[in-house]
């Protein structure tokens, strides 16, 4: 099944942000289990997703960005599509 | 990706995934015997963005930085503590981040006064100061965005603007007063530059406790890396300076001395006029300066001299190169004969194709352009602190920067070949016929205002150019000239008069702009062409009649393989001749002719 362009983009994001294959990213990747996910890659994460995708996530949102199923989740509610 | 001639404005936004791919590609790249430079950060807030944009900005300076950065609010346990980061890293600089509301958690309250706070940091920065041989940045305060009292000052009250004042002015004297051990990171300046939507990250800071948004952090990390920069002795030490558009507005050769652009008041002379007060700050400084121009040495001294708004004199020259010679052969002399490399030096220009050529052929100077936007050229020589110097310098200061026989020997040898591939690089095209009726006003023009390469001088009216156009013994050819950059437009006058079996060339000129490149040549080459398709094969009659301006082309009918035949005493004139079958000036290689 292709990976649609979006899902391409939020994997490499993640993927150079914590130095991992995105290949090896799964829905329940999350923070447990990337080493180098603290508050300070999640900062960074929450920047790199609203830049790439010209969003602004709200406060909850930011806390809800737990795992890769749950970034797919909001990022849907801000009109990103995933195939 | 040669980063050193790019100039990133503090206001360009930054984001943060070319950040990333910039420093993956440059540690992946192979790099050899880049400068290294340790910084160790004490910090009480969340700074560790920091790291990221100290990279990239050090990575674009070609050095190497190493940081360590200190745990979230210990920083008077591990100055006190040999064995901690802080001295284990043996750190060049280290960076003292402080944020006012974690340092003095009263200061939200309106009572609070600096007068404690004060006494708390002068021991901080003692206790630094002596735990440690590192050179020490310490930064500024932001003053609050909104004042309490609203519109009001109220009476007997302390009002948080002027308390943090006070503290920013205690800092700012304490680092005045030890110039080799401190330095003063200005975020008040910073702020200032970027205003509360660049500076605060509100959300990260309620959430997160970092305060400062990216674009905070990368303006910081900037003047961290000139910080580096200057500590490894890549400070510029000489500032070289184009005359023309660059010091002041206008062609002098064209206009003249009170027709150059050049005035305190009025635009746009007084955008030139704070450009020289900028440069001569730079002087104050240390910096050298010289010239590289082509012009006539007499009228720039004369303009340096005589006209009342130019600040720049001749005695704060260290040296100059007025001439027609090209500009990377006289930069290079420049550094021969002020004994220093090539990388100590800046060299600005209006030009863009001076500036390329500069560029390509001498990769170490670093090359400024005067900008489009003119009222944004004053500040340019601010830029990445290009000139910035570290008082007690770590690096030799004597950096021997002596260019050996044989390195210039090559040099120039390779300076041939590429000079030939730079020309061929720009495309130059030419355009040479009989001139229309609607350029008959532009070739009068010309002979109006073109002073240097001219080598008649002589001047025409439209109706002496038009009653030149309607005789058949007559010919103007016209030259156009269109390169990579655009075109120049109408450029070159040749004005000839069918005389018997010759063929006397009354005027050839060409305008400034097009100098330098052998257009001339191939100008004169095709002119004398069509006017031998005109009138057969004619004996053509240079003529040469020297001014004050035009001594460059004094050799102009030698080079073209003319033969001198007369020389008028008095008036210095001579006329020159051809030969039969003479075959005119040879094709230039780098430029096309067309009809």
Known sequence: MAISRDEQKLKGIMARLFRVDPDLITEDTSSETIAGWDSLRHMDLVTALEEAFGIEFTDEQILELLNYRLIKLVLKEHGVEFG | ?????????????????????????????????????????????????????????????????????????????????????????????????????????????????????????????????????????????????????????????????????????????????????????????????????????????????????????????????????ALRGMTKKCLVLDCDNTLWGGVLGEEGLHGIKLDRHTYPGNVFYAFQQNVLNLADRGVLLALCSKNNEDEVWEVLNQHPACLLKKKHLASWRVNWQDKATNISELARELNLGLDSFVFIDDNPTECDLVRTLLPEVTVLTVPQRLYTYPPILWEDGLFDAITASREDDQRSAMYGQERLRSLEQAKFDSMEQFLASLEISISVHEATAGELPRMAQLTQKTNQFNLTTKRYTEAQIQYFASDPSMAIISLGVQDRFGDSGLTGVLIARHIGESCLIDTFLLSCRVIGKSIEMAFLRRGLELLKARWGPVQFIGEYIPSRKNGQVAQFWNQAGFTECAHAAESDSRLYTTAPGYPGPSPISHIRVED
């Open chain 2, 1 to 229: 990706m040669n980063a050193r001639n790019r100039s990133v404005s503090s206001s360009e936004s930054i984001a943060l995934a070319d950040v990333n791919e910039f420093i993956a590609a440059y540690e992946a790249s192979p790099r050899f015997g880049e400068s290294e430079v340790r910084f160790s950060i004490l910090r009480n807030f969340t700074v560790d963005g920091i790291d990221l944009f100290l990279k990239y900005r050090c990575y674009q300076a070609h050095v190497t930085p190493t940081i360590s950065i200190g745990s979230y609010d210990t920083i008077i346990q591990e100055v006190m503590d040999k064995t901690s980061h802080v001295h284990a890293s043996a750190p060049d600089v280290i960076i003292l981040a402080l944020l006012l509301e974690t340092f003095a958690p009263d200061s939200t309250s309106p009572t609070w006064s600096a007068d404690e706070t004060q006494a708390e940091l002068e021991r901080l920065f003692s206790l630094i100061g002596t735990e440690s041989q590192a050179l020490v940045a310490v930064n500024t305060f932001i003053p609050p965005l909104h004042p309490e009292s609203g519109l009001i000052c109220r009476a007997g009250r302390r009002d948080k603007a002027s308390e943090v004042a006070k503290l920013n002015q205690f800092i700012r004297s304490y680092v005045r007063e030890r110039p080799d051990r401190f330095l003063l990171l200005d975020w008040e300046r910073l702020a200032l530059t970027l205003g509360a939507e660049g500076t605060f990250d509100s959300r990260f800071w309620f959430m997160y406790k970092s305060p400062f948004k990216k674009s905070f952090l990368d303006l910081y990390a900037q003047e961290l890396a000139k910080i580096a920069k």
